[in-house]
């Protein structure tokens, strides 16, 4: 259903989301198209869209849902896939990606969604909004389809930074706790060290370190601290929260999405090879509908920076308008709970532990 937005929202009591609209590999069209899905089902959200005004403007104006909805900042210039991080920090002022950001900065946006360049999105970020007091290597977390009652697990670094240290990793845990804590409503999260096996002899001696870090500090913080997981586990219900490197994670998330590709393709060749399959699929439509819908990669499209001042949520580039608005969908639920300063207190008592060894008690109201 579309049509005007609820009157009774005014603008001045939207929270705003910063767009970038020229990142995605399908086009400004889709970006358009996710802004008018979400406005369609969120009457108190609102958008600063960047790009070129001239190819943006006439996209807005076809959409109904968005009259009122969307604020054009023109931004000309474009980051593109193939932009080296190092090159769009020194020459990316003008271009969708800084303009979206900078809105963040500013405060004009509670937070900023882009499909671009994961690696120039992080610089840029960096670069603007600066990262939180203690923060070493900022973490990218995604949601993982798994068989816990919240259907989700969450995983980080799924590609940030392809390093991390004992230290670092511990900081992943902490700043996954809060994100769990509020992103799903969870107190006492359980945290899983990604490893080539569950025995704590396996593996190289910085996780090692870590597992003991992470272990040692279970308490302190509220968690239950599982040990070590396997690959297998990513999907499973024995942890809540997947601790890796930047390398690791982004190499799970690709094969992830690779293998539910090539599950929903298998699942579709199998009941169209007959008649009698097909008839089958006809019988079985709504099971297959619950568990495409379970397998699919765009209803958890969205990684979140954290350790950084502000929310961003990186979209996957190749999304389509149902996972650019499920990325705004989560950019929104995080500026609601006012998931940034949360995460910051959070961060705060990261450094007071690994400095001190304890924890504020009042780092967070209620801790989250």
């Known amino acids: 259903m579309t049509g005007k937005p609820d009157q009774s929202v005014t603008k001045s009591d939207r929270i705003m989301i910063s767009v970038d609209a020229m990142g995605g590999d399908a086009g400004p069209a889709v970006v358009v198209a996710g802004l008018a899905m979400s406005a369609d089902k969120n009457p108190n959200i609102g958008f600063l869209l960047h790009g070129p005004e001239n190819i943006l403007k006439p996209l807005v104006a076809k959409k109904r849902v968005l009259e009122d909805r969307v604020e054009?900042?023109?931004?000309?210039?474009?980051?593109?896939?193939?932009?080296?991080?190092?090159?769009?920090?020194?020459?990316?002022?003008?271009t969708s990606m800084w303009s979206t950001i900078q809105a963040v900065k500013t405060g004009e946006a509670a937070g900023a969604v882009s499909c671009g360049?994961?690696?120039?999105?992080?610089?840029?970020?960096?670069?603007?909004?600066?990262?939180?007091?203690?923060?070493?290597r900022p973490a990218i977390a995604i949601l993982w389809p798994s068989?816990?009652?919240?259907?989700?697990?969450?995983?980080l670094d799924v590609g940030a930074d392809v390093r991390a240290d004992a230290e670092d990793l511990l900081q992943y845990?902490?700043?996954?706790?809060?994100?769990?804590?509020?992103?799903?409503?969870?107190?006492?999260?359980?945290?899983?060290?990604?490893?080539?096996?569950?025995?704590?002899?396996?593996?190289?001696?910085?996780?090692k370190e870590a597992h003991a870090l992470i272990a040692q500090n279970a308490e302190k913080a509220n968690y239950d601290f599982v040990g070590f997981v396997e690959g297998s586990d990513l999907p499973g219900n024995v942890a809540d929260i997947i601790v890796t490197d930047g390398f690791t994670g982004n190499v799970a998330i690709k094969t992830g999405e690779g293998t539910a590709s090539l599950l929903r393709s298998a699942l579709r060749e199998a009941f169209e090879h007959s008649l009698l399959s097909k008839l089958t699929a006809v019988l079985a439509y709504a099971s297959l509908g619950r568990l495409a819908k379970r397998i699919d990669p765009r209803r958890v499209n969205g990684g979140v920076f954290l350790g950084l001042n502000g929310t961003v949520v990186k979209s996957h580039g190749g999304a389509d308008a149902i996972?650019?608005?499920?990325?705004?969908?989560?950019?929104?639920?995080?500026?609601?709970?006012?998931?940034?300063?949360?995460?910051?207190a959070r961060v705060a008592s990261v450094v007071e532990l690994t400095q001190n060894g304890t924890v504020p008690q009042d780092a967070e109201h209620p801790p989250k």
């Not at 769990?180 to 359980?190: A, G, H, K, Y």
């Not at 950019?331 to 995460?343: I, N, V, W």
């Open 72 to 94: 054009i900042r023109d931004a000309q210039k474009i980051v593109t896939m193939d932009d080296k991080p190092s090159q769009v920090m020194r020459n990316g002022k003008g």
């Open 117 to 136: 360049n994961t690696g120039a999105l992080m610089a840029l970020s960096m670069l603007r909004l600066r990262k939180m007091p203690g923060v070493n």
């Open 147 to 155: 068989s816990n009652p919240q259907g989700f697990n969450v995983m």
């Open 173 to 207: 845990a902490l700043m996954g706790t809060s994100y769990v804590r509020n992103s799903m409503d969870i107190p006492r999260p359980r945290i899983g060290l990604l490893n080539v096996g569950t025995e704590e002899h396996k593996g190289h001696a910085e996780l």
């Open 323 to 344: 996972g650019v608005s499920a990325a705004i969908k989560l950019a929104f639920r995080l500026a609601e709970q006012g998931f940034a300063e949360k995460l910051a």
